[in-house]
């Protein structure tokens, strides 16, 4: 095979040994509520606690953020799959995926789920077109930890079917 169609093709298998959590990204515009299940997040600064969740444009989730520059992250757990299934498989578009899901609002005014390891609230600082997604920057205005056990490491096998 062609090397340059060769290495290609590794890109996708390799990128799939990088490790993350998941979460879910609660977002607030007037009286609408939306969430979503975000697993590209990395911390960014230390002082002033900041991070950036990737985030595409397609998302309803995306442009509800860019408006209302605020957003909240609930932190799952490890037993939690099914919670990161039903954040991510359909879209609050079209379905209020937060109903009848016990959550409460972030001093920020951001929907966070009221099982799950922690939320941290956020106010978007910053924004960057990067490929296919657009990388949110949030400073963490406050924060709350609910649970003390271990998160829900991200592995692509738990969600074959699930629309990324
Ligand atoms: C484990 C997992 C992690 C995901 N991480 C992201 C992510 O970091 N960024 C993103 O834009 N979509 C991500 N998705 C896809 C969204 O959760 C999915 O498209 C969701 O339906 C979008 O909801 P919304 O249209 O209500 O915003 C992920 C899906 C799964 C299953």
Redesign the pocket.
């Known amino acids: 095979m062609d090397r340059d169609l060769q290495d290609r093709d590794s890109i996708p298998a390799a990128l799939r040994h990088l490790t993350h959590g998941?979460y879910v990204m609660g977002t607030r515009r007037g009286r609408q509520s939306?969430a979503?299940?975000?697993?590209?997040?990395m911390q960014t600064s230390e002082r002033p606690p900041c991070l950036a969740?990737?985030?595409?444009s397609d998302?309803?989730?995306h442009d509800i953020t860019l408006e209302s520059e605020t957003f909240a992250l609930s932190v799952l757990r490890e037993d939690q799959v099914d919670v990161?299934?039903h954040?991510?498989?359909?879209?609050?578009?079209y379905h209020d995926?937060l109903q009848g899901v016990p959550y409460g609002l972030t001093p920020g005014g951001s929907p966070f789920l009221l099982d799950c390891l922690a939320y941290l609230d956020c106010k978007v600082i910053d924004r960057a077109r990067a490929g296919d997604?657009t990388l949110v920057v949030g400073e963490v205005t406050a924060s709350d930890t609910l649970d003390e056990s271990y998160p829900l490491i991200?592995d692509p096998g738990e969600?074959e079917g699930?629309?990324?």
């Open positions: 998941v939306n979503m299940t975000a697993s590209w997040v969740v990737a985030v595409r998302r309803y989730t990161a299934t954040f991510a498989d359909t879209s609050g578009e995926k997604h991200y969600y699930a629309l990324r």
